[in-house]
C-alpha cells in the first residue's frame, strides 16, 4: 500500500545574509577575503590581541604541568596484569604442528590449482604464464 500525505506551506524569503552564496562566482578572491575579514572583524582583533596572553598561559601551564608531574620511582608498584601469557600457553608444540599440517595442505591445495590453471596456458590473471613480466600479478 503507497500513503501520500500533501502538505501546503508557505516559506518566508531566506535572510539576506544566505545570499551571499549567489554573489560569491562574481567576487574574485581578494575581495571574497577582504568580506571575510570585514564580517569577522571584531572576532579577528579580538584574536591578534589575545594572542600574546593565550601564548603566556600555554607556556605557564606546561611548566606547572612539568613541574607536577609526579616520579613513577616513588611510588609502591603492585604487579598488576596476567602472571602466565596465554598466547604463550596456547602455543605448544602440539599446536604448532597442526598449524604447519594445516598451511601445507593450504599450500598444496593453491598449487595443484595453479597447475591446472597453468595446464590452459592461463595464469590466475588471464594472460599466458610466457607474456607476463614476473612482477606483474604480485600482491
Known amino acids: 500500500m503507497l500513503y501520500t500525505q500533501f502538505v501546503v506551506t508557505v516559506l518566508r524569503p531566506a535572510h539576506d545574509l544566505y ?11 581578494g575581495r571574497i577575503s577582504w568580506e571575510a575579514v570585514k564580517a569577522l572583524k571584531l572576532q579577528l582583533l579580538r584574536d ?17 604541568q612539568s613541574s607536577m608531574t609526579p616520579n613513577p620511582g616513588d611510588d609502591i608498584v603492585y604487579p598488576y596484569g596476567a602472571r602466565f601469557s596465554v598466547r604463550e600457553l596456547g602455543a605448544s608444540e602440539r599446536l604448532q604442528m597442526l598449524d604447519v599440517a594445516k598451511y601445507i595442505k593450504m599450500i598444496e591445495g593453491e598449487k595443484r590449482a595453479a597447475r591446472r590453471r597453468g595446464s590452459h596456458g592461463e595464469t590466475p590473471f ?7 613480466p614476473p612482477w606483474q600479478g604480485l600482491p
Open 126 to 132: 588471464g594472460r599466458a604464464e610466457e607474456d607476463r
Open 48 to 64: 591578534v590581541l589575545a594572542a600574546p596572553v593565550r601564548v603566556v598561559r600555554t607556556i605557564v601551564q606546561s611548566v606547572r
Open 19 to 29: 545570499h551571499v552564496v549567489d554573489n560569491l562566482p562574481a567576487m574574485t578572491s
